[in-house]
């Protein structure tokens, strides 16, 4: 009895800490499409383990570079996109 309490209250404890990748899919559908487009071009990253900024950024430049965007366009998208990335993290952000 007490290994399966304890394995309750593991698996209990450790619920907040998962991703919520459908919560976060559902955030970057109530963006603007240039957030959007941020969003699923640093997802991959987030979900690697690399940090919502550089992530953001890394997906940001290579829009910039090619003339897509302007670099205050990118800017506010990527602080629109950020908390729906945080929520796809594991941990939260």
Same mark, same amino acid.
């Given at each position: 009895?007490?290994?399966? /309490?304890?394995?309750?209250?593991?698996?209990?404890?450790?619920?907040?800490?998962?991703?919520?990748?459908?919560?976060?899919?559902?955030?970057?559908?109530?963006?603007?499409?240039?957030?959007?487009?941020?969003? /699923?071009?640093?997802?991959?990253?987030?979900?690697?383990?690399?940090?919502?900024?550089?992530?953001?950024?890394?997906? !940001?430049?290579?829009?910039?570079?090619?003339?897509?965007?302007?670099?205050?366009?990118?800017?506010?998208?990527?602080?629109? !996109?950020?908390?729906?990335?945080?929520?796809?993290?594991?941990?939260?952000?």
């Amino acid at each position: 009895m007490k290994a399966w /309490t304890l394995a309750a209250a593991l698996i209990l404890t450790a619920t907040p800490a998962l991703a919520d990748r459908a919560g976060a899919e559902r955030c970057a559908a109530g963006l603007q499409p240039l957030g959007q487009q941020l969003f /699923t071009r640093a997802l991959p990253g987030v979900l690697g383990g690399a940090s919502i900024p550089d992530a953001l950024r890394n997906a !940001a430049v290579s829009m910039v570079m090619s003339g897509a965007i302007s670099r205050d366009a990118a800017r506010q998208a990527a602080e629109s !996109a950020g908390p729906c990335l945080a929520m796809a993290r594991p941990g939260g952000g």
